[in-house]
């Protein structure tokens, strides 16, 4: 038996997303992990996925569309879509081929309707487990969610007795989303009527663009964020968004930003456990005074985004329609994908892990090009994290808009910004752009940009 049920407002957001993705970019909606399992009885990690699909109804949704519109459709039971797959690990160079191989097994994009939208492959090597590569679709998982799902994970694997703190269900989610009035409409009219929100060329849907791509990785440079951001009470995100906008506001000659900041609408204790995908995006119109001081910019920019994050969840339909209706003097979108229109940069910041970055830690920064960036969607996206203690940044733009030399600028000036902002607070945005650091923070030699 199987029950239908309108989407979250996150479902569809992320819907609206993934629809908007070129056909031979699907597989960029799709979040991977891989699990070590060396040391644990295959009948022990059967017995607890099945554990978490009896848990959560997003693993036992599918899609379907009702007069073209997207509907999910939550399953009373579901057999983990796990492929079993033997082989002969010995060595390490064994185990990252066999990584390899799952990886292409899980890794094809999913399709948006009919499918369960999550497939794995359990790696098994003489009866003795080794590793599981799992791959979900976005439209039914976020990252957070697969986080959380490895800790549950673990959990059962440790005792199969353990049980789950849960949050509301997507359907309960949904029913309690469309039971009450979107409040965030004097919000989005004020962000409609903002000039910055037209500052940049927007895309249609499916449509592709030439993009590059650069991405810092420095563990210094997660030190210097976190200790800027306990001296200002404010947090990481929060001083490498400002920053980052500092540096796109110089480039981009204008003193106001129009960035989109990712929020996981996990708000209120009884929604920290949920289990599906909540994100959605939420322009933040960011002032920019280049004479101001780093603790000046970076606390306001962090008490805008505070007030904004009021706003992040949201009927994103409503919010489209509401942009249709007000558009004026040609500032619509003339090619009606409202997606890309309404969100012209992103920021997006995760933290994989707990491992908080030590203050010692000189390791040589690093700054890599994708060989082929993402052909689509935003022509600026910024994507911010720390994992193992390190921190990275990519920043990926139409070099139409951010050729590549400046991109690099864009990003070294980020890097001697956290700089400043740790050590030298009053000192001013103007600084960023000249100045001396270690390599640890960011790379004396950058690498040309792929031809």
């Known amino acids: 038996m199987a029950v239908d049920a309108p989407l979250s407002y996150g479902q569809l957001y992320s819907w609206r997303e993934v629809e908007t993705y070129p056909q031979d970019w699907m597989r960029e909606a799709n979040l991977s992990t891989t699990w070590n399992l060396r040391g644990v009885p295959l009948d022990r990690v059967e017995a607890a996925l099945r554990q978490l699909v009896d848990w959560h109804e997003a693993l036992r949704t599918t899609y379907h569309l009702r007069a073209g519109e997207p509907m999910q459709r939550i399953h009373a039971a579901a057999a983990p879509p796990i492929e079993r797959v033997d082989r002969n690990i010995t060595c390490r160079s064994d185990w990252k081929q066999a990584e390899s191989d799952v990886a292409e097994v899980v890794g094809a994009p999913f399709p948006m309707t009919g499918d369960m939208g999550w497939r794995g492959a359990l790696v098994s090597s003489g009866g003795a487990s080794m590793l599981l590569r799992l791959s979900f679709s976005h439209l039914v998982l976020d990252i957070w969610s697969v986080l959380k799902l490895e800790a549950q994970f673990r959990a059962l694997l440790a005792d199969p007795n353990a049980t789950a703190q849960s949050g509301p269900s997507p359907?309960?989610?949904?029913?309690?989303?469309?039971?009450?009035?979107?409040?965030?409409?004097?919000?989005?009219?004020?962000?409609?009527?903002?000039?910055?929100?037209?500052?940049?060329?927007?895309?249609?849907?499916?449509?592709r663009r030439h993009r590059i791509q650069a991405t810092l990785h420095s563990h210094r440079l997660g030190w210097l964020a976190a200790q800027a951001a306990k001296r200002y009470g404010v947090t990481t995100p929060a001083v490498l968004m400002a920053l980052v906008a500092a540096g796109l506001s110089s480039h981009l000659q204008t003193d106001r930003v129009m960035m989109s900041l990712m929020a996981s609408n996990r708000f209120g204790p009884e929604r920290q456990h949920i289990i599906s995908t909540t994100n959605q995006l939420i322009p933040v119109a960011v002032p920019v005074d280049h004479a101001s001081s780093f603790q000046e910019h970076i606390k306001h920019l962090h008490w805008v985004a505070a007030r904004a994050y009021r706003y992040s969840c949201y009927d994103f339909d409503g919010v489209a329609a509401l942009a249709a209706d007000t558009a004026t003097d040609g500032r619509g979108p003339d090619h009606g994908c409202w997606f890309n229109h309404l969100f012209r940069c992103w920021f997006n910041y995760v933290q994989y892990d707990d491992r908080r970055p030590e203050p010692g830690e000189d390791t040589p920064a690093e700054l890599v090009w994708t060989p082929v960036a993402r052909q689509y969607g935003q022509p600026i996206d910024v994507r911010?994290?720390?994992?193992?203690?390190?921190?990275?940044?990519?920043?990926?733009?139409?070099?139409?808009?951010?050729?590549?030399?400046?991109?690099?600028d864009i990003l070294r000036a980020?890097?001697?910004g956290v700089q400043l902002a740790a050590n030298e607070p009053e000192s001013s945005l103007k600084e960023m752009w000249s100045g001396n650091f270690a390599p640890s923070l960011f790379p004396p030699e950058v690498p040309a940009p792929p031809s």
């Open 384 to 408: 911010a994290w720390t994992r193992r203690g390190s921190a990275g940044i990519a920043l990926r733009a139409d070099p139409a808009i951010i050729p590549a030399e400046e991109l690099t």
């Open 414 to 416: 980020v890097a001697f």
């Open 171 to 207: 359907r309960e989610l949904a029913h309690a989303q469309l039971s009450r009035p979107d409040g965030g409409q004097r919000y989005w009219r004020r962000i409609l009527d903002d000039d910055s929100m037209h500052q940049i060329p927007s895309l249609p849907a499916g449509a």
